[in-house]
Structures are given as structure tokens and as C-alpha cells.
């Protein structure tokens, strides 16, 4: 039995449905109830509550642990820690790790993962850079008025299909295999290059480069810990190069998703025109 923590979120719920169609047997751990398909096994709870999470982890061999960020999300990790110390194998979703990284909650992942190593519980670690899945949270702007803001100019970025990371999960727990991954998508891109691949699939649109400054004050409205993250990642990112790896093609044994096919899926949400 493999239980999922974060199973209604982006990574999770790929991660349900792929073990579902392979027949393994899965549990998620949600808050609320109605969020998932009827046919997979829920317990309502919170990550936050033992009780609940020892209800969740009752007979469970794997756990894939896919915790949303926030300011509780280290002591909410750090319990599903605790409650985990019997399960076979724990797939942790990370974040990719430097020395003395900018992004507080990149060293908070790295807590995590010394607390699951320390508790010696069998592992893995998948550390992906920026889901392509992200960009949806231009969608909105995009569509209605063709630019975004991002702070990176050109710097090229290891983005990824968190269905990707999804797979190589799914693989780590149904093969049984260990490792500490990071994970990129087939080519690294700026977001200038997004625009152009937005504009070249039928909707004009341009990247507009901002101060940090003014990137906070376009954030206005949402919680400051993700404001911080977001001006953090951006930061790391022009200040470590980052350059794609052939990880996932070599965990799956076919190439990570490119961006240009999950821009073309989501057509409708950036304004692209299908025909
Ligand atoms: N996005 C990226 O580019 C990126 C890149 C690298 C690493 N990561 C890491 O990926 C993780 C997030 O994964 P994701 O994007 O797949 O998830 P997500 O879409 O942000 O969803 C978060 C999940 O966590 C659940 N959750 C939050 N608090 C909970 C609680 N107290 N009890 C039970 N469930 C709770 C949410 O449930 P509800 O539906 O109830 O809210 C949801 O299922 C983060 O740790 C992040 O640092 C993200």
C-alpha cells in the first residue's frame, strides 16, 4: 500500500493516477473530501494531526510525500517523519540544493532529508527545479493581455513537467529503487524563450524584465512567505547557471516532456488558438 500526502496537488495527484492504472494499491490523505475520484481510497485528515496521519500510514509500505509549501510545511514534514519510521521506502518531493542556498525553503527541504536520514528510513529524493506547470499562474495575465514579469532577463532555467517528476516517483516506488535525483526537463529556457514559444504557437506575448522591487510590488496580495520564495528562486536562479541533465531519460527510459507540447496542452489557458 502506498499512501500519498499532498495527493490533490499537482505532483501528488499525477502520482495517484499513474499507480492506479498500474494497480498498485494507494491511499491519499486529504483534508477534504470530493477533491479526488471517488475510487481511490481517501482518509480525510491533516498532515498536520498524528492521529491522522496514523490512520493514513496503518499498513502502508510506501509513502509519497508532496507537502504544499507554507509556514508550517517543515514541522508538517518533520511529523510525517515521525510517523513514517516504519514504512519500507519514503519518496520525498524536494527542491535542488546548493551550498548556502538563497531559497529558504530549499534549505528547509534539506532539513527534511537529513531528518529522513538520520530516522534511517529507506529513501528517495527527487529534487526538480521549476514545474513547467508554474507558468499557469501567468495564464490568466497572459491570455488577457500577452506579457508577464520576471526578474531573470535571459537566464536560461531547468524547468520540468511535475508529471515528469511524477513518473520518476511512481518508478522509485514500484521498482523499489533508491537515489537522490535532480531532475530537469529536456532543455533549459528563459522566460523570454516561453514568450517566444507562446508567440510563435499563435499567442503574441513578451516577457517583460523587472527590478525585484517592482517584481514584489506585482505580488502584492499574496502571502509574503511566497512572495519571498519567489523573489529567492529567481534570485538563485541568475546567480547559479543551471543546465539540463538526462536524469529523468535515464530513470524512465524515454525523455523528459518538452515545454512545447504542455504549452500546445494547455492551449486554452494562454490563449492559444486550436485552430
Ligand atoms: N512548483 C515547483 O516548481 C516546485 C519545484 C521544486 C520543488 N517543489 C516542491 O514541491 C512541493 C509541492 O508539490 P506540488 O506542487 O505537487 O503540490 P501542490 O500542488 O502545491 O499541492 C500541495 C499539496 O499539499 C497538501 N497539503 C498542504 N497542507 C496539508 C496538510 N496540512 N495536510 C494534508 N495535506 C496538505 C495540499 O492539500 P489541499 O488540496 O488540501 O490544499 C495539496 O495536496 C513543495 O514542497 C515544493 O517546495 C515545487
Redo the contacts with the bound molecule.
Sequence with gaps: MIVV??????????VLHALGARGVPTRA????PG?LPAHIDQIV?????PD?LRAALTGATGVFL?????P??EE?ELGVVAAAAHVHHLVK????QVDNSPVA??RM?HRVETAIRTAGIRHTF??????F??LLFHADRIRATGWFPTTTGDTPLNM?D?RD?ADVAVAALTHDTTGTHLLTGPEAISYPDVAARLTAAGRPARCVTVTPTELREDLRGAPPWLVDHVLE?QHMATTHPEHPNDTVAHLLGRPPRPLNAFLHEYAAAFGIPTR
Design positions: 500526502i499532498g495527493g490533490t496537488g499537482t505532483t501528488g495527484r499525477a490523505l486529504v483534508r477534504t477533491r485528515g491533516d498532515a498536520a494531526d491522522s508532496a507537502m504544499g509549501n507554507g508550517r510545511q508538517i518531493l524536494s527542491a535542488p525553503i530549499a527541504h527527487l529534487r526538480p527545479y521549476a514545474f506547470q508554474n520540468v511535475a517528476v528562486i
